[in-house]
């Protein structure tokens, strides 16, 4: 089965800041997408950015980037110009060819 | 609807009673997932149905858990004789199919306390 792993439970970047947010992945398959969601206090689950595993370019989505490194099956979120409102658990996802797999999540704290 | 919708919002019940959980999944979507997060801690996979085929029950942590769906339209996750460490969001996504590249939307989760 395709384990997701977020080794930061808790982060903290200072206001308009960068901070980068780890995630590994383990999987045999080949043909996969990752994604990173935020969920604020609301609970509400939110898409932040999507990456195929074909595409070697990094997806970029604003001021959200990923570094995705295929072989060594990391899949990392940078966030630029750190804003309050970006303050939320963000969560590591894999989708396969079955269903679709998180991590454990990682606690981000902006300080103004 | 716009999104995908969840009831109840919150829940509030006995220890050893049966509770049913609604998800309304986006129009159109003919993937629905179904996943519990204890409070501060990730999202556990509890099942998904795709259209007509068996659902994926792999995740569902003991009997007492059940979902059905009709068509690919409403689901229903029932807990029956609830106990305390079934505290949770339950959290209800959809998507437009299952597999590689399918990105999921989710609905707002119902919050089940059990005293």
New interface residues.
């Given amino acids: 089965a395709q384990t997701v792993t977020q080794s930061q439970p808790e982060m903290s970047v200072q206001e308009a800041e960068t901070v980068t947010l780890s995630c590994t992945y383990d999987t045999s398959e080949s043909d996969y997408y990752l994604f990173w969601y935020k969920q604020p206090p609301s609970r509400q689950m939110i898409l932040v950015i999507r990456q195929e595993a074909y595409k070697q370019q990094n997806a970029t989505e604003n001021r959200f980037s990923v570094n995705f490194q295929k072989a060594a099956k990391s899949f990392s979120l940078k966030i630029s110009d750190s804003q309050l409102g970006d303050a939320a658990m963000y969560f590591c996802a894999y989708s396969g060819n079955n269903d679709m797999r998180f991590g454990a999540g990682t606690r981000l704290t902006v300080k103004p | 609807g716009a999104g995908v919708s969840q009831s109840p919002s919150n829940k509030v019940t006995e220890k050893g009673k049966d509770v049913e959980l609604r998800c309304d999944p986006i129009s159109g979507h003919t993937a629905l997932?179904w996943?519990r997060q204890r409070l501060g801690?990730?999202?556990e996979?509890l099942i998904?149905f795709q259209g007509n085929s068996a659902p994926?029950k792999s995740g569902l942590p003991s009997d007492r858990f059940s979902a059905e769906r009709t068509g690919e339209s409403v689901s229903t996750l029932t807990i029956q004789r609830t106990q305390q460490e079934d505290s949770a969001?339950y959290?209800c996504?959809s998507s437009l199919w299952?597999?590689?590249?399918?990105?999921?939307?989710?609905g707002?989760?119902s919050?089940l306390t059990v005293v």
Wanted: charged share 10%; proline share 0%; glycine share 18%.
């Fill in positions: 997932y996943y801690q990730g999202l996979f998904y994926d969001v959290l996504a299952t597999g590689a590249g399918n990105t999921i939307y989710f707002e989760g919050w």
